[in-house]
């Protein structure tokens, strides 16, 4: 099975700061708390603008360590949504997200 989570920042190029996430379950919109709409999810990944391929500027939680961190509100946002809350469900969820995370300062455009 593919992951039933899609994941978008609204804004690309220049603007990161400016978006917020566009988030599917089964291509059903969930909404997000204020705090998480508006902001980075924190995943691991370079968001170095200069140094993007460099690991050596990686930041963020991996995969368990973002899950047991976000589990609380992740789960009250998958109980409004009727998605079952399991280890799987945040695993995809963390996937969607995790490819289109950004950090502020990462597009360079407040340089």
């Known amino acids: ?3 039933p989570f899609q994941a978008k920042w609204s804004k690309q190029g220049h603007s990161l700061c400016l978006g917020h ?3 599917s379950y089964q291509d059903t919109a969930v909404a997000l708390p204020e705090k998480q709409l508006n902001n980075d999810m924190g995943t691991w990944g370079v968001y170095d603008p200069i140094f993007d391929d460099d690991p050596e500027y990686s930041e963020g939680k991996t995969e368990d360590d973002w899950i047991i961190a976000n589990a609380d509100w992740l789960a009250e946002v998958f109980i409004a949504h009727n998605i079952e809350v399991n280890e ?3 695993r995809w969820f963390y996937q969607a997200i995790d490819e289109q995370d950004w950090r502020c300062g990462s597009c360079g455009g407040c340089m």
């Open 88 to 90: 799987k469900n945040m």
């Open 1 to 3: 099975m593919s992951n």
């Open 21 to 23: 996430w566009i988030i």
